[in-house]
């Protein structure tokens, strides 16, 4: 599924003719570019490497460097591979904009989630704690983690206290509010993973052909044309 890199900037919210007011994710998204094409013929399957964001040279090893020189392309800071069906439609070099997505359809975005640092394990996993009556000993505690004599030991995967986020979250089927394409913005309904400036790839969904994603669609179907347009 052919994607973008773009960069969240937060989150705000846009008016229909009506009034009413829907809560939106604003992605912006820099000039992308086509690095390296990749054949069934060749690699296996078809895809094309993205980048996006120019970066000094110097910070790159010259392999690098010469990967970015065979598409005429000065070094770009981030890379992402996606899936597509026919890349005989891509060239070295091409410049991919905001506008290969259009209002109204479905969107898949993978980002970072926050970093939570090292949490308990009612904010982690959202235990619901002991009882907070009075003389009560434990209120926040894990509680029991293993057994006696069989088998003698905690058992792996067993929800403790650790690192809380920081992990790659996907979000599927947004829809696509609206696209600013000269501003380079994208606007998607809801909410999505990462803090503000942080990295986001914008995919076409990859369950649109649900039946739950397709009445989804319908359902929102209205958003995009009763808008109302708005300086952003």
């Known amino acids: 599924m052919i994607g973008l890199i773009g960069k969240k900037l937060g989150m705000m919210r846009v008016f229909l003719n009506d ?52 598409a005429n392309l000065t070094p770009l800071k981030y890379l992402k591979e996606f899936r597509v069906d026919d890349v005989s ?72 206290a650790g690192r809380h986020g920081n992990e790659t979250i996907r979000v599927q089927a947004l829809l696509v509010v609206d696209v600013l394409k000269d501003k380079g913005i994208i606007l998607v309904k809801g909410s999505v993973p990462g803090h503000k400036d942080g990295i986001v790839y914008i995919e076409k969904s990859h369950i649109a052909f649900r039946k739950k994603a397709q009445r989804k669609h319908e359902r929102l179907s209205f958003i995009p044309s009763n808008l109302l347009r708005q300086e952003v």
């Open 19 to 70: 009034g009413t007011a829907i809560p939106v994710t604003a992605i912006k998204v820099e000039p992308n570019y086509v690095v390296y094409i990749k054949s069934s013929e060749t690699d296996g399957y078809n895809a094309i490497q993205v980048g996006s964001i120019p970066l000094k040279q110097s910070r790159f090893k010259k392999p690098m460097v010469g990967h970015f020189k065979k």
């Open 89 to 160: 439609s891509f060239a070295l070099g091409q410049e991919l904009g905001v506008d290969i997505f259009s209002p109204g359809e479905l969107v898949d975005i993978v980002g970072r989630s926050k970093g939570r640092g090292f949490t308990g394990t009612m904010k982690r996993w959202d235990f619901g704690g002991f009882p907070k009556s009075h003389g009560h000993r434990y209120h926040r505690a894990v509680g029991s983690v293993g057994n006696r004599t069989d088998p003698g030991r905690v058992w792996k995967s067993k929800r403790m």
